[in-house]
């Protein structure tokens, strides 16, 4: 038989251990919580922020009305910024959509260089961060097009936008930045359009050209005839992909 000190001793032992075991589940819950609290607040900020920068975005376009005065390409560059930072496909497709119509009615400007979205690929400091914006504005006119059906009238005319789209930037013949002076500037606008279409054949950009083409001819064909080689190039690198 247990003495009454050892059976003391075990009692008081064991008091201690379930003491030290309610400390740890506690710890854990209060990390938990922790946990929690952060993920919610996160959330919550992240929700906000975005709430916000939507609201900029539509007062932006609420301002770029046809009788007000034409915004700057930086202007647009900045509101582009914020819309790719949290850009949702189905969330935010018409706010897309009036980027798309800015930035061609800004390369539709006479003689108002700094109203030009594509004279960005000029300066020093944004050519870069210019042509990474142009590369997803254009990526995401892609995928649009590979979801828009063309017998609804409003799928119509913004299939018509988004190749538009394409066309205005894989090709330059149609820039105005190169008139006159500009012609200086061929060669490497020619290269970034180069850099351009490669980035978007490697994603696909053919595929979504084959859909369209039974479609818009007229379009795709313009593609094509100003852009042989990068055509050629984007053709030769889908059908590898379908043979592998």
Not at 86 to 92: A, L, T
Request: glycine share 2%; aromatic share 10%; proline share 2%.
């Amino acid at each position: 038989m247990f003495t009454l000190s050892q059976t003391s001793r075990a009692w008081f032992i064991d008091r201690a251990r379930q003491a030290r075991e309610e400390r740890l589940v506690q710890k854990e819950r209060e990390r938990a919580a922790v946990v929690i609290q952060a993920h919610v607040r996160s959330f919550l900020c992240r929700s906000r922020l975005q709430r916000d920068i939507r609201r900029e975005i539509d007062d932006f376009f609420k301002a770029d009305d046809p009788g007000s005065t034409k915004r700057s390409a930086l202007c647009i560059f900045k509101v582009a910024r914020k819309l790719l930072f949290v850009f949702r496909i189905k969330e935010d497709n018409e706010r897309f959509e009036k980027l798309c119509r800015s930035i061609l009615s800004s390369m539709d400007a006479e003689n108002e260089p700094k109203v030009w979205y594509v004279s960005l690929a000029c300066s020093k400091d944004l050519t870069l961060l210019w042509i990474k914006q142009i590369k997803s504005i254009l990526w995401y006119c892609c995928d649009f097009l590979k979801q828009l059906k063309p017998e609804i009238l409003q799928d119509s005319r913004l299939i018509t936008l988004y190749l538009t789209m394409l066309v205005t930037f894989t090709d330059t013949s149609t820039w105005k930045i190169l008139r006159g002076k500009g012609e200086s500037l061929r060669p490497a606008m020619n290269h970034i359009c180069a850099n351009i279409m490669g980035h978007l054949n490697q994603h696909g950009f053919y595929s979504v050209l084959q859909r369209c083409d039974g479609l818009f001819p007229d379009l795709v064909s313009h593609t094509a005839r100003n852009n042989p080689v990068r055509w050629s190039v984007g053709r030769s690198w889908y059908d590898w992909q379908l043979s592998h």
